[in-house]
């Protein structure tokens, strides 16, 4: 990492730290919505993929409930695919400056060929689920599947026809919506390329569950060092010692896979599911670990456990990112 990425790292943890709810925090004095967004449409300069991970990944090590893989992420990256440079000028510095966007897409799948919605002309009709701050974003765009292809409309979500209902999911921190359109009018955007969106996502997604695990790890480490049996800290015991180790290999393989994910589409699926599989294990040790006052709701080894399920089914199953990586 460069000395800037060190101190944008400092600087997201530190504000965390301190901010119970920091989204607005986030936005107004590091700018975490614009490292998305490219700078001739109000985005930071010199921002790229590395600084968006090391973002995603400090917000994943404390859970924090804020909408920046669904509006930063997936919403921006989808308008960008379009080329349309004066939907991007009127939309993504909205984005940037921390307004909430929502992109809507998948049905049973995360399918990037055949989007859950269907387009008549500027007409958008059928359901997305899994519409992450779906409810609550005030610009909403749709991905939908037209005769030429998949493309992007720009749906108004006071219309009438829009009906977003949140879903209450195992993870209490990640807002998921079902969106249901229902001849709804849509302004057109252009072709959307949800290969990429979907390879973006993956890789973001990635390095908030290696944030997630390395957290859950050193909480693990931390509670086995001061609880005590038959006179010593369980942490000394050799057992112990050497699941951890296994742990500390498992959370720094995915860090790795995470930080190598933007490079293609094949490492974004090695990363979807290593990182997926290695969050699992390490929230699951956690509960393990911790015994007894682990499932209770005053500690956190529940809801990194719940994060860690939850995050292994978003953008699609690690079996499906499999086949990507075997075909």
């Known amino acids: 990492m460069t000395p800037e990425q060190d101190q944008l790292r400092a600087g997201v943890r530190k504000l965390l730290e301190r901010e119970p709810e920091p989204w607005t925090a986030l936005c107004a004095q590091i700018g975490v919505a614009a490292l998305t967004v490219p700078e001739r449409f109000g985005g930071l300069e010199g921002a790229g993929i590395t600084e968006v991970q090391i973002v995603a990944e400090e917000l994943g090590r404390v859970l924090a409930d804020v909408p920046f893989l669904g509006s930063a992420v997936l919403a921006t990256t989808a308008l960008l695919t379009t080329r349309d440079d004066s939907a991007c000028a009127r939309i993504l510095p909205q984005l940037a400056e921390g307004v909430v966007?929502?992109?809507?897409?998948?049905?049973?799948r995360w399918d990037p060929q055949h989007p859950a919605v269907q387009a008549q002309g500027n007409t958008?009709?059928?359901?997305?689920?899994?519409?992450?701050?779906?409810?609550?974003?005030?610009?909403?765009?749709?991905?939908?599947?037209?005769?030429?292809?998949?493309?992007l409309f720009e749906v108004d979500p006071a219309h009438p026809g829009v009906r977003r209902t949140a879903v209450a999911g195992m993870d209490e921190t990640r807002h998921l919506a079902t969106v249901i359109l229902d001849q709804v009018p849509a302004r057109p955007l252009g072709p959307v390329d949800l290969g990429r969106v979907r390879d973006v996502a993956c890789a973001v997604l990635a390095a908030e569950q290696a944030g997630a695990a390395a957290r859950a790890l050193e909480l693990t480490v931390g509670?086995?060092?001061?609880?005590?049996?038959?006179?010593?800290?369980?942490?000394?015991?050799?057992?112990?010692?050497?699941?951890?180790?296994?742990?500390?290999?498992?959370?720094?393989?995915a860090r790795s896979a995470a930080y190598a994910a933007p490079t293609s589409s094949r490492l974004a699926a090695v990363a979807k599911v290593h990182c997926s599989e290695a969050f699992t294990t390490v929230a699951a040790e956690m509960i393990q670990l911790h015994g007894g006052i682990a499932v209770t709701w005053e500690h956190p080894a529940h809801r990194y456990l719940k994060r860690a399920h939850a995050?292994?089914?978003?953008?699609?199953?690690?079996?499906?990112?499999?086949?990507r990586v075997h075909p």
């Open 124 to 151: 958008v009709d059928g359901s997305a689920h899994y519409v992450l701050d779906g409810a609550e974003a005030t610009v909403l765009l749709v991905a939908a599947t037209t005769a030429d292809g998949p493309a």
């Open 223 to 253: 509670y086995t060092l001061r609880r005590e049996q038959f006179g010593r800290p369980i942490g000394s015991f050799q057992a112990l010692k050497h699941r951890m180790a296994d742990l500390h290999v498992l959370v720094e393989t």
């Open 311 to 323: 995050t292994a089914q978003l953008f699609g199953p690690p079996h499906h990112h499999l086949a």
């Open 101 to 108: 966007g929502a992109l809507a897409w998948a049905g049973d």
